[in-house]
């Protein structure tokens, strides 16, 4: 197609595209037309000016480039790029936002074209990275990552993160379109349409910039892509002043009309603005080349290998497991937040280091590159400090709209890591991911149910949180126990019990030396080993809780949101005597023993409660 | 005193400095001697070279400088600094990281220098910010905010929030100190000792940069901190290159020793290293004008007007309540995430713009920020959509330990948010807010009980959580009701009645509609609004739980963690029958009815059950 006939081309593409963003949301009745008003023209760019290569009939094409968008309240645009590629009728469009229609108000996996579900902003730079990572350092694919991203939200710690370690790893193939409407939700940016403001920042953290000043000129534009393709070792973003409201005069540049839509009477004065509208006009997206990773074949795990008795951290067990289980899934990668001498991923990182990338103390943009990597078929294994991931509680709530295959590991949880103190203690990393609707959590007590757990974790797609200790724990499983999820193992148990105690990690230790203690005295308890804190055997807890006098959860975690409510939230409606022992008292510094006794949930206050019970 | 004997008291400060640190981490068995190392010069020019004004024997005064060291580890540095301002003694700093000794692993308010409690990198600084604040805009004092702050975790995004907007607000009041020691927890950093790579990302931020080429240097460092002085109408950075392990050689710049201890036998060999060492030797920290704050007089606060039967989102009353109370609260602030329209933080802002923060799309700055004012008296309401604190929950959690009084707002609760989707729903708040282990979580219904609990928790000192709602409720309760924190309401009851549904927010309409429904059939319920989800007034819950068949929790939030397990934990050990209704399908698009509907947790949802449990 000739210059001119092109340029043609893409502006009956978007004068079409704004008759459907505003239609679509008009008969929404909610929505976010003017955002999508403003990015128009850079998305028809990219889309359909050849720049942007993707199978349609194949959106799984490893090679495909990637498009994220960051603003995901520009879902009008979004849905609307892809009816202009042909993948939406226009009947299709007006069914959006309404209840069952893939189409929905943020980007969800319901629309076949979402890369991962977005909304909360500041993220899909981070994803875009994970994606670029694979594209770069595992699958060697020479595919583009674009990310729309607004002016509001470069606000957010979490860009700046992400465009800090974007250029550490020279992630040339990720691209920013940074769509600066000078409005945000309420008012102002802080910028403004101060592009050099943006470009001096974007600049100084190592990125290539490159200026749109006319961010509806299809010229501007198309040069600016194909400026990017000259790029190495860099990653780079264009940074274009827009309007927000774009067409409609009495949109354009209004404060006040952030995620507001025109009524039909305001839509039918809209119209007209937009000049001859063909509805028959469609846009053409290139295809990738056909190119495809080398896979690596499956073999055989490393033999599991612990003497009994032997003194292991669970923390150092999942570095090993990692390291052992990676050649029966090679898709395995791990992050770790500059912490992997003590989250023990520096195990996997020295075997493996072409599939461990340092995120450094980023913990946001570490777990959107994850969330990245998961959709690029990747199984990422995520880890820091348990405390930490409290850090990113943001983007894994937002992780679970995406369906990923997505591990997590924290380390150091709970006071027992000792003279610390609180800041350094996951005390509620339990409530965080017990929280995430279809999550796993899991939290062993020794090395060989930490080996069988991250095992377990491989084999289950979704999400898996794994919790594990400071402290040396002793083995006490053989090598040849299976720890299904949604088990439990009761490893103590006799025909006259007074009580269950439900213990997990180091607490199970605490039970397990309470019922030496208690034995004794003549008095016998049940002890139950709760590894899998979600979801619980319900089966096997309800029967120590109808064999016994009650039920005592012990945890090192704070009591909202941890294993007692767990285990009663399992158990409802049945009404059990659930006795809670978690941490209640504000913790200090001190040895790891000494912070169990002060918060009642070492031995000796499991011996009290149970002689407590006993006297009824 | 004559400049040459100043740096040589300096010099002997620094040397019985170096010692202290050492030795009281050797007898600790753990903490950071080498990262205090680094920042010794940097710390002692500061509070002995003239620069740090404060008033030892009161550390509460208003105009007193501040420092606050967003590296935590780095206490055995921070405890010397005020053993040599003559306020711990040597056998007191060798309790360093015992149980029950002040001198916690990272710093505490069990420390009475401390300004807040830090640990979690990234978060001094915002803290700062809110100091810095609260100096310029509030209380109108010429004090200065000093952070200390590492290198490894300029990694993280929140500090470039904190950049960002201190730079917006000119503050020219906060002044950070980077210890470039080049070294993180397990090798080097993104930048090692690349000064400039600061520099230039810093200056973009809109800080002025003071280059400190060797932070060993006590002429250089009392240089720098003059230089700050002339600065005007922009915040400081001071970057400064340091040795890890300075001064003893063997731990001079060495990775492997993060975090790490000597043992007694090399200590024995790094001493001498440190040259003669006088133990009398003592600093002088200049004092502060005596300057203080204008306070204003508490006045009455408005009246509570409501239309009984008018419809009025618990958000909106929110916003009117923070208007309404400010004349009786004059230490009330407010920050808001760019979304005061939606919280309607604005009606408070547009009526008092003077004590309202727009704080941008940068959550973590926000709360970190809030904590800094509360530190200075002040009462701050903070405030974004209940989804997005999740992007704050570290800052959160760590601000429990400065055991502050600041309170939270979280607007558009669940999925009756309506067609915005997953993204934009607050589904995991309560369960995040309730895992914080001294917080008050709230929840009110309608206009009225949210005024009176805005109410409650102005006059509660400690952390509070509101979470308001999207749509519009009817206002059920008189303006003569009182609402006391740990209270619920029992909205409708009988002598006969079936089960109790225990609804909060948008179920309690639910529930209420529920009742109309099943009176027609006979059937009675009784009905309480909980709208204190923490504490839980569990002896009127348990009350309605013996004279009723069960209990059934309505909530619009994800089960883990919720109300259902709230209940059940507040109520335990005692059996009971408690039947959840919370949401637990993946959330979608549609209609806040539709939603409640989906999930289960509307009216039909609650006769269903009823009536279930009715059969038996």
Chains 1, 2 share one sequence.
């Not at 090679?63 to 993948?87: C, E, Q, V």
């Not at 992997?340 to 980023?362: L, R, V, W």
């Not at 069988?452 to 126990?481: C, D, F, N, Q, W």
């Not at 090192?556 to 009404?575: K, T």
Request: glycine share 8%; charged share 20%; net charge negative.
């Amino acid at each position: 197609m000739p210059e001119a006939q092109k340029l043609e081309h893409l502006k009956k593409l978007a004068a079409l595209m704004r008759y459907y963003i505003l239609a679509m949301t008009t008969q929404a009745g909610s929505g976010h037309p003017t955002s999508s008003l403003s990015a128009t023209e850079l998305m028809a760019g990219l889309m359909f000016g050849g720049i942007f290569r993707f199978d349609l009939d194949n959106p799984e094409h490893p090679n495909n480039d990637r498009l994220i968008f960051s603003k995901g309240h520009a879902t009008p645009l979004f849905y609307t790029l892809w009816a202009m590629a042909g993948k939406l009728t226009a009947a299709e469009l007006m069914t959006y936002r309404h209840f069952g229609s893939p189409l929905e108000g943020h980007p969800t996996m319901s629309f076949p074209y979402t890369e991962a579900a977005t909304g909360s902003l500041g993220q899909g730079l981070s994803i875009g990275l994970g994606i670029a990572l694979n594209g770069k350092y595992l699958d060697k694919l020479p595919y583009t990552t674009y990310v729309l991203l607004g002016d509001s939200e470069m606000a957010e710690g979490s860009q700046w993160e992400t465009l800090q370690l974007a250029a550490h790893y020279k992630l040339d193939n990720l691209v920013g379109v940074l769509d600066v409407n000078r409005l945000g939700q309420r008012g102002e940016t802080q910028y403004g349409w101060d592009l050099l403001a943006y470009e001096e920042r974007i600049a100084a953290f190592g990125w290539e910039t490159i200026i749109v000043n006319d961010g509806h000129s299809f010229p501007e534009i198309i040069a600016a892509y194909q400026k990017v393709m000259t790029v190495a070792d860099k990653p780079i973003m264009i940074i274009a002043k827009t309007v927000k409201g774009k067409g409609v005069s009495f949109l354009e540049d209004q404060n006040g009309w952030h995620g507001k839509t025109l009524s039909p009477a305001e839509l039918e004065r809209a119209l007209p603005e937009l000049g001859p509208v063909d509805q028959s006009v469609r846009g053409v997206v290139s295809r990738p080349e056909d190119l495809k990773p080398v896979e690596v074949a499956p073999q055989a795990a490393g033999k599991l290998v612990y003497q009994p008795g032997a003194a292991v951290a669970t923390r150092k067990a999942y570095g090993n497991a990692l390291k052992r289980l990676y050649p029966q899934f090679p898709h395995l990668v791990s992050l770790d937040a500059e912490v992997s001498n003590s989250t023990y991923a520096e195990i996997f990182g020295d075997a493996y280091p072409q599939k461990f990338f340092e995120m450094y103390i980023a913990e946001q943009n570490m777990v959107g590159a994850g969330l990245g990597l998961a959709t690029r078929g990747k199984i990422p294994f995520v880890s820091t400090f348990a405390a930490f991931f409290s850090r990113a509680f943001d983007q894994i709530r937002m992780s679970q709209y995406s369906e990923p295959n997505l591990k997590f590991c924290g380390s150091h949880a709970g006071v027992s890591i000792g003279e610390d103190g609180p800041s350094q203690m996951g005390l509620e990393d339990l409530a965080m991911f017990r929280a995430i609707l279809d999550s796993v959590v899991l939290y062993p007590a020794d090395a060989v149910s930490t080996e069988r757990l991250v095992e377990a974790a491989l084999k289950h797609r979704g999400m898996v949180y794994i919790r594990t200790s400071r402290l040396a724990t002793p083995i006490i499983y053989s090598i040849e126990e299976e720890f299904p999820l949604g088990g439990c193992k009761v490893v103590r148990q006799s025909d006259n019990d007074l009580a269950t105690v439900i213990g997990a990690g180091v607490t199970l230790f605490e039970a397990l030396a309470a019922y030496e203690e208690l034995q004794q005295e003549g008095i016998n308890i049940r002890v139950i080993d709760l590894y899998s804190v979600k979801p619980v055997d319900a089966a096997t807890v309800l029967a120590a809780a109808k064999a016994t006098q009650g039920l005592i959860t012990v945890e090192d975690h704070y009591p909202a949101g941890g294993i007692g409510e767990a285990v009663m939230a399992a158990l409802a409606p049945n009404p059990v005597r659930l006795y809670s022992l978690a941490v209640t008292k504000k913790p200090k510094t001190g040895k790891p023993a000494e912070l169990l006794d002060y918060e009642d949930i070492s031995r000796s206050a499991i011996v009290r409660l149970v002689k407590q019970i006993k006297q009824g």
